[in-house]
């Protein structure tokens, strides 16, 4: 069975940081691109950022750029976005997702997600 | 750029739903439609624009190419209560639609 469980959420200060993980199980993780999606309070889902399944290269939404970093510990099975110089507007729940980039493009299965709260 | 339409739509049981989503360009069949309801994770509903995912209950549809797509749930049930959400992922940005919400009436 393939589980996703997300940790590291937090309040944190604005201009703070965070570092969030998500340990893998139940399938290849080296196998396979994942991403990180966020869901603010009764807002909608906004994609965050993806890595490809060795790690080489990592694409972000304008939003994150230059303040987020992904991540992958392959040998680990964990997957980790550093949350750098965060915003109010960073408030969300935090998804991490198995992402099938070379077939489907689909984000099959996701984690439970973890909240990061950003507030002086 | 992905625009999504209406933002809410409400329907009686076994009625036909539609929702529409627009890319602000031409990204062929590369779209995913997704299920969330409350408190839970999305859960992929159709990809390539028309094909419908395993397990996928057949009342669920999609079409369209291009610019322009539309998820259709025919005989709503209960069960359907849900935000909708679209996804272009023919390159980065693999953004998302805004969302729409279905309730019952």
């Known amino acids: 069975e393939v589980q996703l469980l997300e940790s590291g959420g937090d309040l944190a200060q604005p201009g703070g940081s965070l570092r969030l993980s998500c340990a893998a199980s139940?399938?290849?993780?080296?196998?396979?691109?994942m991403n990180w999606v966020r869901q603010a309070p009764g807002k909608g889902l906004e994609w965050v950022s993806t890595?490809?399944?060795?790690?080489?290269?990592?694409y972000y939404a304008d939003s994150v750029k230059g303040r987020f970093t992904m991540s992958r510990d392959n040998s680990k099975g964990t997957l980790y976005l550093q949350l750098s110089r965060l915003r109010a507007e960073d408030t969300a729940v935090y998804y991490c997702?198995?992402?099938?980039?070379?077939?489907?493009?689909?984000?099959?299965?996701w984690g439970q997600g973890t909240l990061v709260t950003v507030s002086s | 750029q992905m625009t999504q339409s209406p933002s809410s739509v409400s329907g009686s049981v076994g009625d036909r739903v539609t929702i529409t989503c627009r890319a602000s360009?031409?990204?062929?069949?590369?779209l995913v439609w997704y299920q969330q309801k409350p408190g839970k994770a999305p859960v992929v509903l159709i990809y390539g624009a028309t094909t419908l995912q395993g397990g996928v209950p057949s009342r669920f549809s999609g079409s369209g190419s291009g610019r322009d797509f539309i998820l259709s749930i025919n005989s709503l049930q209960p069960e359907d209560i849900a935000t909708y959400y679209c996804?272009?992922?023919?390159?980065?940005?693999?953004?998302f639609g805004g969302g729409t919400k279905v309730e019952i009436k």
């Open positions: 360009e031409d990204i062929g069949n590369w």
């Open positions: 139940g399938f290849t993780f080296s196998s396979y691109a």
């Open positions: 997702a198995q992402y099938r980039g070379s077939s489907t493009r689909t984000s099959d299965y």
């Open positions: 890595i490809t399944s060795s790690g080489d290269r990592t």
């Open positions: 996804q272009r992922v023919n390159d980065f940005p693999v953004t």
